[in-house]
């Protein structure tokens, strides 16, 4: 069985302030630092750092070598990923005093994906093979739609959530990972409890993780439902936060641990990443994670 991730790459430009800022304010920022990022990026990170072999597809600009670079250093296959002519995809990330932050995404070169090399990509996979999406390219819902004709396992993290995932034919999907926001804005419901019985009622064939953020996490499937709380770090950023425990989440799936198990992994990774700076930088390795010592709560 194969893992494709087909998804963006990002080059985060992160300003460290104060606060958070408001419409109209003008704040000073502590600090600039870019680094390598994209939910599909750091997912393919995360995932090859639990020790999954896995294919990225995508597409860099002209100054997204380092993305290439950086996924190739981090042992994901790279032979997918193309360069076109024009800007890579970027962020504008704050991060605050309390390591929360906020996002400006420009698509740039991640939303020049064609139908042609979509296929050309899904040509070099098989029937039960895992394809991975997030929502930060475009052609989401063909790339399902293939992907499911070839029998292939969807995992989708609607990532951020947009209209544009109205026109995915989301009954094709194996498995979601959503956070609280996603889960609301799928079923319209508030209430955890509440999202998971939507869910099932609407896609009574999908798996779902559902992350809600200190409260921890959620995960259902036909054999029941697994509750995991989180590992309390002193937070310095929380980008890629949710992209860590979907990576080493689908690690565990991959490798046939107990869903609890795999809850728990996902957690202290993810606690990890989100007391160091930057997206993918901040992912530890598996033995890193297996050998921390963090205190659920
Ligand atoms: O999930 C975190 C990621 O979201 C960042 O790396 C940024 O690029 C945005 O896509």
Known sequence: MKVLNFGSLNLDYTYQVETILIPGETQASKSREIFCGGKGLNQSIALAKAGVPVYHAGMIGEEGEILLETCRENGVNTEFIRKIDGPSGHTIIQVDKNGQNCILLYGGANRSITREFVDEVLAAFDSGDIILLQNEINELPYIIDRAYEKKMMIFLNPSPYDHGLDSCDLSKISLFLVNEIEGYQI???????????????????????????????????????????????????????????????????????????????????????????????????????????????
């Open 187 to 297: 079923t319209g419901e508030k209430e955890p409890e509440k999202i998971l019985e939507k869910m099932k009622r609407l896609y009574p064939g999908a798996k779902l993780l559902l992350t809600l953020g200190g409260e921890g996490s959620v995960y259902q499937d036909e054999t029941g439902i697994y509750r995991q709380g989180i590992y309390r770090v002193k937070a310095a950023d929380t980008t890629a936060a949710g992209d860590t425990f979907t990576g080493y989440f689908i690690s565990s799936v991959i490798d046939g641990l107990p869903v609890q198990e795999g809850l728990d992994l996902a957690a202290r990774a993810s606690a990890i990443a989100v007391s160091r700076p930057g997206a993918s930088a901040s992912i530890p390795l598996r033995e890193e994670v297996l050998n921390s010592s963090l205190s659920c709560v």
